[in-house]
């Protein structure tokens, strides 16, 4: 690598190259051939290439797991497990309060490649997968996408039959505020999109995980192509440098806001973890660090009051992102969990009341005053 770029031996880059070779020489045919073989890196860009693996490393030291795999957007990590578990033929245990897009996956996809799927509300998944005999899979979203709810990792790992695999999707969490690999889980899945690159400037996606699951999951993102591109690599990278700093900051704004949103009067429930009351406030002193930069609230009125209080605001942008280090409010029956039909929306407790917000790196005081003002 070094060499590549004209430094000699006693000096190295600070931050990887982005190496954008989409394919890579060597000195003879069969040197091509034998590379292949071996499935070597820096080969082909769809397969590996130097800045992804760069990238791919530190992921995989921050998740505490040997390996990562970076795809090109979180719903492509997403895609992958899935896959996987659909090939491993095992039965699926899916929670119920999930992203939209991973909703809609379950919902229209998963159905036609005919693996059995159970989906199951947050409270019921422990006796639900202690009843299966055999190894089952078992999909978890923790916070869950858009009302914050936990799920014990720990206590659904001991209750699934050995050999089961716990997939976690620890986007809202970040590897500063949870470590679900501690806790039990087999593969955990981001979308990099959001708190690790953390600058909305980039869609991007990792799944990290150890032994025979993630050469599985290599293979499914070689074959089927959804790999992130070098630059894009490179953001993500970048993002890390400030994930700790900028995820602690917004656990405090967070906590800050959801404990001024319970005392006001225009508010009728606010969903954050940590707040006085919450039923997992436990779960969260116990297993996280904090509770996030994401927090929801239900207003005292109709949608259209949701919708008015939301228009209100200056500071929030209207935006269907979170995890960045700008400030972003969205509806989630009309934006995250719009795919989903009504009854679905009732099931995953997505009221048309509700607004999320996504708490940047403004100062907070700053932050509520902006959501103040929009309350009057
Ligand atoms: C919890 C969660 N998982 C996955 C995704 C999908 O990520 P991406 O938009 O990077 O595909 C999102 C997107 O908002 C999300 O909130």
Redo the contacts with the bound molecule.
Sequence with gaps: MTQQHGLDDESRPVVPPIVLSSTFAFPTADAVARAAEKKQPALYSRWDNPTVEALERRLALLEGAERAIACA??????SLVFWGAVRSGRPLVVQRE?????HEWVQTLLPSFGTPVTRVGIDEIIPVVADFKEPVVIYL?TP??PLCRLVDIESVKRAAPPDSVVIV?S??ASPINLKPMRWGADLV??????YLAGHHDV???VVCGNGTWMNELWYLRKLTGPVLDAEAAYRVYRGLETLELRVLRQNETALFIANRLVQHPRVRAVYYPLVFGNTDKSLCERTMTGGGGVLSFEINGSSSDALTTANRLRLFEHA???GGCRSLVTWPAGV?HVGLTESDRAECNVPDTLLRLSVGIEPKEVLWADLEAALQ
Excluded at 73 to 78: D, E, L, N, R
Excluded at 189 to 194: D, L, P
């Design positions: 957007s979180g719903m492509a990590a997403i999930l992203y939209g897009g991973t979203e869950a996408n999707d986007t809202f899945v981001h979308s990099a999109t959001k869609v991007a996606g269907p992102s979170l995250s």
